[in-house]
């Protein structure tokens, strides 16, 4: 994600029997058969407009303690599914309003669930509001996991008083001494089995208390010796170590029902010259039918240099979607709406696959439903 500053700052027939078979045979011989069974009732996404069903796939940011026209037509118009909010945008805890008269922007039918209101809140050197959690990624990952459990929920609770849904946390990555992860104090350890034992508890406070969590940067950011914000990192692993460490976190996070996965854009030569956002073999292959998720992925932020290198926000929406990433993140609510709109012309000239993308969206959409009430 956008990182605060530079470096250590950046941051899831039976078979019919003789005698059924004899009844059924019975009763069409007097005129009678099997009550028909009853349709299927069509999907929400099934019935969204191309237009809103592409927007379903975006979520964006703004500037400043005021949302502009453009994102409120955007939410009204059901062409977005949620915000990204950064300390820019809460000056103080009375940011709480903002988010407030964003939910209270009448939306279409199908998709007046709350919106995804997210937030990097990881703490230590990276949190957007003050509060919980107190210390951290990596001080939680020494106390152990009753402390991160702990810090989870009073996070959740931080976060819910002023509006927020989705926390973008907890970091997964393996923090490998000397890379990025390590050196800013990201990580909760540098084994796989510290990372899970005490990430994976942060995220469980989160759920206790009404917030989704979020792990991150899938398969693994912590070999990288720079943030992707600010430079393009080849993760130069074997599928072995990357299965066997860096994705091994997941598995925990995915068995407890963890919520979303953001992934990496980072490169990760052994599965796709691609930024793993953009990978198939990553997005699809690794997270859902290697691991078995099936919740909502969302791509880290594209705007960023390692994204420019792949190409614009135009590009980079096609490629997440047609990878499978199911919500691509955009810090500026601009790019987001050019994202929508090549969204929308891959749909109407049929070089994105409309039954794919309405799965993508159905799951955005039962996420959203979960904070309905």
Known sequence: MRATTIRRRRIAIGAACGLAIGAFAFGAALGYGPSPSPSPQPSVASQLSVSRLAGQRIVVGFAGGEAPSAVKRMIRDGKVAGVILFAENFPSRAGRHLVRRLQAIRRPAGLRSPLLVMVDQEGGLVKRIDGAPA?????????????????????????????????????????????????????????????????????????????????????????????????????????RELRTVDEAPYRDFIAFGGELVMLSTAIYPVFSSKPAAFSRPI????????????????????????????????????????AGTDLLLFTDFRAGESARLALLRGLRAGRLDRAAFEESVGRVLRLRQRFAG
């Open 135 to 239: 210390v951290s990624a990596a001080q939680m990952g020494s106390r152990g996991a009753a402390f991160s459990r702990a810090q989870g929920r009073a996070t959740a609770a931080n976060l819910s008083d002023v509006g927020v849904n989705v926390d973008l946390a907890p970091v997964l990555d393996v923090a490998r001494p000397g890379g990025t992860i390590a050196e800013t104090e990201r990580g909760f350890g540098s084994t796989a089995a510290r990372v899970s034992a005490t990430a994976v508890p942060f995220a469980e406070g989160l759920r206790d208390g009404g917030v989704a969590a979020t792990a991150k940067h899938f398969p693994g950011l912590g070999a990288a010796g720079e943030s992707t914000d600010f430079a393009v990192q080849r993760i130069d692993l074997s599928k």
């Open 283 to 322: 997005a699809t292959g690794e997270l859902r039918s290697r691991l078995g998720f099936e919740g909502v992925s969302i791509t880290d932020a594209l705007e960023t240099v390692a994204v420019e290198d792949f190409g614009g926000p135009d590009k980079a929406g096609l490629a997440a979607a047609r």
